[in-house]
């Protein structure tokens, strides 16, 4: 296992935006799968002891995914995510926003922009988050946005560890 992998979490307020970028000790198709199936994305989006149940996606252009992060009482946060731009296996973008459970998004959202690239076994993923508004930016950060996202990448940094040996 790779133990100096890059990890980039930065939150700009000025410009409403957080830039993340990861590395992975993985090739480019395991894990662009695991940010692009929803089998995949249950089984570590969600920071623990939280879990991730997705109601449906839809991966294309225009497509949509809908899914909520559950407490361990049950408490669901739901979320619905529209993809925007798919290029395979190099990039996609999507809007993001919490949304009730009838699918009735809670505006202003934000834009995901998402890359992938792959050299000599490390996949880097390089991900932009674009708030329309700084109160969304400072509400993500206020529910634990930061650590909840880091949660998320160990968790898929173990779940690809997994995969990988399969």
Known sequence: MNNNLLFDF?????????FITREFDAGLSLVWDAFTKAEILDQWVAPKPFISKTKFQDFKVG??????????????????QKYTAISP??????????????????????????TFSEQNGTTKVSITIYNES?????????MGFTEGFK???????????ALSQR
């Open 89 to 114: 296996k190099t990039n996609f973008k999507l809007f993001n926003a919490f949304a009730d459970k009838d699918e009735n998004p809670e505006l202003p959202g934000s834009d995901w922009d998402y």
């Open 10 to 18: 930065t939150v700009d307020k000025a410009a409403k935006t957080v």
């Open 151 to 161: 949660m998320s990448m160990e968790n898929l940094e173990n779940l690809l560890a």
């Open 134 to 142: 700084l109160a969304r930016l400072e509400k993500m950060i206020e």
């Open 63 to 80: 497509g949509r995914r809908f899914y909520a992060m559950v407490s361990p009482e049950g408490k669901e946060g739901w979320i619905i």
